[in-house]
C-alpha cells in the first residue's frame, strides 16, 4: 500500500482521536518498514556493505582413497579401462562431488539465478608409476595423473568442462624416475562455471573425476596413483559477471 | 535522521491545529523521500532479491578451450608456445574495469615443458607487473636449484619442467578505479644456458576475476 500524505485544510474536521489514528498508522509503517517498500535490486553496496550472499563448501578425503590403475581391464572396483591407441578413456574414479538446489544461471543474474560458480579443487597423490608389469619403482615418462571437471543438470547425466582437464606426468621429458615412493606431488584446477557452459540448462551439482592415463608404453601396464588429501571447493556467486 | 513522531500530538479535550498536524507528517515524508536509515528497517526485512546484482561481486573470466587434449597429443588450436626468453609471456589477458576495490585473481594452466634443462614459471601480472607473491616454480631460484641425479633431472634446472604439469596461481590485489590489464604470465628460464631447448606450450588455461566490493 502506498504511503500518501494530503495536507490537512483549513475547514477539515479534525477531532484528537481520528488524528492519532492516522498519526497511528505512520508510525507502525516507519518503524517497521516491510520489504514491500522497496523496490526489487534498488538497494546497493551503498546501502548494503556487509552482504554475503555466497557459500562455501569442502570436503576433505583424509586417507588413501583412490587407486587408479590404467590396466588392461583387469578387475577391482577402482581399476579403470583405457585404449591405448586411441588414448581414450572409459572409466574413471570419482573422486568427490558436491550437490545443491538446482540453480539457472544468467551472466546477469535476477533472484534465484546465479551469475557463477567458482570450482576450486587441489589434491596430493602418491606412488605415482608403474604398478604392475615393469620392475618395482619403475617409472616413466608416459604415465599420466588425470583430473576434470563434471557438471549435472540432474537425472543421472554429468557433463565434463574441457578446459578443466589437467594432467601430471610421473617424469620430466627424459623420463627420469621423478615420482618415488610415496613422494607427494599435487594436482589441480581453477575453474568458472558460467551460463555458458550449462547451454540453457540448470545445475545442481559438480564432481571431480581422475584417471591414470598411459600413453605410448610398450606393454599394457598397469600403471597408477594413489589420491591423498583432496579438497573441492565451490563457491556459488549471485553476481553479474561482466 | 531520527526524529519524534509525532511533534505535537493533540491531546485528548484539546483543540487540533491543523499546523501543528502537518508539521508532524511534513517530518515524516521528508524522511521517506529518501533518508531512511537502518533504524527504519525492520529486522531481516531485505533478501538477496533487493541487491543489485553487482553490488558486491562482479565476475570476470576468459579462457582458452584446448579440449583437454593430453600433452601427447597433438597440439590444439589455441595452444599457447613460450619461447625462451627471459621476459614473461602471456598466455591468458583480459581488460577490467574496476570499481576501485579488492580482486581476487585466479589463474589455471596446463603446461608441457618438453625440455629437461629450461624450466618454467607461471604468475599473474596486473597492468605489466608480474605480482612476486603469485610466482610458482621457484622464482627465487639461487636457494633452490634442483641436484644433479636426483629424480633423474639435469643440474641447472629450475622451475617447472615436468613432461605434463597443471599450474594453479592466485593473488588478491587492490586496484584502483579504472581499467587494468590482468595476465597470466609464463616465464621460460635460461639460465645462461646454451643448450638446445625446445618449446614450452600451454593448452587448456583459464583467467578468472572475482571482484570483492570493499569490506
Request: overall charge negative; proline content about 5%; charged content about 15%.
Given at each position: 500500500?502506498?504511503?500518501?500524505?494530503?495536507?490537512?485544510?483549513?475547514?477539515?474536521?479534525?477531532?484528537?482521536?481520528?488524528?492519532?489514528?492516522?498519526?497511528?498508522?505512520?508510525?507502525?509503517?516507519?518503524?517497521?518498514?516491510?520489504?514491500?517498500?522497496?523496490?526489487?535490486?534498488?538497494?546497493?553496496?551503498?546501502?548494503?556493505?556487509?552482504?554475503?550472499?555466497?557459500?562455501?563448501?569442502?570436503?576433505?578425503?583424509?586417507?588413501?582413497?583412490?587407486?587408479?590403475?590404467?590396466?588392461?581391464?583387469?578387475?577391482?572396483?577402482?581399476?579403470?579401462?583405457?585404449?591405448?591407441?586411441?588414448?581414450?578413456?572409459?572409466?574413471?574414479?570419482?573422486?568427490?562431488?558436491?550437490?545443491?538446489?538446482?540453480?539457472?544461471?544468467?551472466?546477469?543474474?535476477?533472484?534465484?539465478?546465479?551469475?557463477?560458480?567458482?570450482?576450486?579443487?587441489?589434491?596430493?597423490?602418491?606412488?605415482?608409476?608403474?604398478?604392475?608389469?615393469?620392475?618395482?619403482?619403475?617409472?616413466?615418462?608416459?604415465?599420466?595423473?588425470?583430473?576434470?571437471?563434471?557438471?549435472?543438470?540432474?537425472?543421472?547425466?554429468?557433463?565434463?568442462?574441457?578446459?578443466?582437464?589437467?594432467?601430471?606426468?610421473?617424469?620430466d621429458d627424459s623420463?627420469?624416475?621423478?615420482?618415488?615412493?610415496?613422494?607427494?606431488?599435487?594436482?589441480?584446477?581453477?575453474?568458472?562455471?558460467?551460463?555458458?557452459?550449462?547451454?540453457?540448462?540448470?545445475?545442481?551439482?559438480?564432481?571431480?573425476?581422475?584417471?591414470?592415463?598411459?600413453?605410448?608404453?610398450?606393454?599394457?601396464?598397469?600403471?597408477?596413483?594413489?589420491?591423498?588429501?583432496?579438497?573441492?571447493?565451490?563457491?556459488?556467486?549471485?553476481?553479474?559477471?561482466? | 535522521?531520527?526524529?519524534?513522531?509525532?511533534?505535537?500530538?493533540?491531546?485528548?479535550?484539546?483543540?487540533?491545529?491543523?499546523?501543528?498536524?502537518?508539521?508532524?507528517?511534513?517530518?515524516?515524508?521528508?524522511?521517506?523521500?529518501?533518508?531512511?536509515?537502518?533504524?527504519?528497517?525492520?529486522?531481516?526485512?531485505?533478501?538477496?532479491?533487493?541487491?543489485?546484482?553487482?553490488?558486491?561481486?562482479?565476475?570476470?573470466?576468459?579462457?582458452?578451450?584446448?579440449?583437454?587434449?593430453?600433452?601427447?597429443?597433438?597440439?590444439?588450436?589455441?595452444?599457447?608456445?613460450?619461447?625462451l626468453?627471459?621476459?614473461?609471456?602471456?598466455?591468458?589477458?583480459?581488460?577490467?574495469?574496476?570499481?576501485?576495490?579488492?580482486?581476487?585473481?585466479?589463474?589455471?594452466?596446463?603446461?608441457t615443458v618438453w625440455e629437461t634443462t629450461f624450466g618454467v614459471?607461471?604468475?599473474?601480472?596486473?597492468?605489466?607487473?608480474?605480482?612476486?607473491?603469485?610466482?610458482?616454480?621457484?622464482?627465487?631460484?639461487?636457494?633452490?636449484?634442483?641436484?644433479?641425479?636426483?629424480?633423474?633431472?639435469n643440474?641447472?634446472t629450475?622451475g617447472?619442467e615436468r613432461k605434463?604439469?597443471?599450474?594453479?596461481?592466485?593473488?588478491?590485489?587492490?586496484?584502483?578505479?579504472?581499467?587494468?590489464?590482468?595476465?597470466?604470465?609464463?616465464?621460460q628460464i635460461?639460465?645462461?644456458s646454451?643448450a638446445s631447448f625446445t618449446t614450452p606450450?600451454?593448452?587448456?588455461?583459464?583467467?578468472?576475476?572475482?571482484?570483492?566490493?570493499?569490506?
Amino acid at each position: 500500500m502506498p504511503i500518501t500524505f494530503t495536507p490537512l485544510e483549513e475547514g477539515d474536521g479534525l477531532s484528537a482521536a481520528s488524528l492519532n489514528n492516522r498519526f497511528s498508522s505512520y508510525e507502525t509503517e516507519v518503524n517497521g518498514l516491510a520489504e514491500t517498500r522497496v523496490l526489487d535490486r534498488s538497494l546497493n553496496n551503498r546501502h548494503y556493505d556487509s552482504a554475503i550472499y555466497s557459500s562455501v563448501e569442502m570436503n576433505w578425503n583424509p586417507a588413501p582413497t583412490v587407486r587408479c590403475p590404467s590396466g588392461n581391464g583387469a578387475g577391482g572396483v577402482n581399476d579403470h579401462l583405457y585404449t591405448k591407441a586411441g588414448r581414450t578413456i572409459s572409466d574413471g574414479t570419482n573422486v568427490m562431488s558436491i550437490s545443491f538446489d538446482q540453480h539457472p544461471m544468467n551472466d546477469s543474474p535476477t533472484y534465484g539465478t546465479l551469475g557463477g560458480m567458482l570450482v576450486l579443487f587441489d589434491a596430493h597423490l602418491i606412488d605415482f608409476g608403474i604398478l604392475g608389469g615393469g620392475s618395482p619403482n619403475q617409472y616413466n615418462k608416459i604415465q599420466l595423473a588425470g583430473i576434470w571437471l563434471e557438471w549435472t543438470p540432474g537425472g543421472g547425466i554429468w557433463n565434463q568442462i574441457a578446459r578443466s582437464r589437467r594432467y601430471l606426468s610421473c617424469t620430466d621429458d627424459s623420463g627420469g624416475f621423478y615420482m618415488q615412493g610415496t613422494e607427494r606431488s599435487n594436482i589441480g584446477f581453477r575453474t568458472l562455471i558460467t551460463a555458458s557452459d550449462l547451454g540453457g540448462s540448470q545445475i545442481s551439482g559438480v564432481r571431480v573425476f581422475a584417471q591414470a592415463f598411459e600413453t605410448g608404453g610398450t606393454a599394457f601396464w598397469t600403471s597408477g596413483f594413489t589420491l591423498r588429501e583432496c579438497s573441492l571447493s565451490l563457491i556459488p556467486f549471485y553476481a553479474k559477471k561482466v | 535522521m531520527t526524529w519524534r513522531f509525532p511533534k505535537n500530538a493533540p491531546s485528548t479535550g484539546g483543540i487540533p491545529d491543523v499546523e501543528d498536524v502537518n508539521e508532524s507528517l511534513t517530518d515524516m515524508i521528508d524522511e521517506m523521500e529518501g533518508s531512511l536509515n537502518e533504524h527504519n528497517i525492520a529486522d531481516g526485512a531485505f533478501t538477496l532479491q533487493f541487491l543489485d546484482n553487482a553490488a558486491q561481486y562482479q565476475l570476470a573470466s576468459v579462457y582458452t578451450d584446448a579440449n583437454g587434449v593430453d600433452p601427447y597429443g597433438t597440439a590444439p588450436a589455441g595452444t599457447k608456445y613460450v619461447q625462451l626468453c627471459d621476459t614473461w609471456v602471456p598466455v591468458k589477458s583480459m581488460d577490467f574495469a574496476s570499481r576501485g576495490s579488492a580482486v581476487w585473481i585466479l589463474g589455471s594452466a596446463q603446461l608441457t615443458v618438453w625440455e629437461t634443462t629450461f624450466g618454467v614459471m607461471v604468475g599473474i601480472r596486473v597492468d605489466g607487473t608480474v605480482i612476486a607473491e603469485s610466482i610458482l616454480g621457484s622464482g627465487e631460484p639461487d636457494n633452490n636449484p634442483l641436484v644433479a641425479g636426483a629424480y633423474g633431472i639435469n643440474s641447472n634446472t629450475y622451475g617447472i619442467e615436468r613432461k605434463a604439469c597443471p599450474a594453479v596461481v592466485e593473488s588478491i590485489e587492490l586496484l584502483s578505479p579504472g581499467q587494468h590489464t590482468i595476465e597470466l604470465v609464463v616465464n621460460q628460464i635460461r639460465l645462461g644456458s646454451t643448450a638446445s631447448f625446445t618449446t614450452p606450450r600451454v593448452f587448456d588455461r583459464e583467467l578468472i576475476l572475482v571482484e570483492l566490493e570493499d569490506f
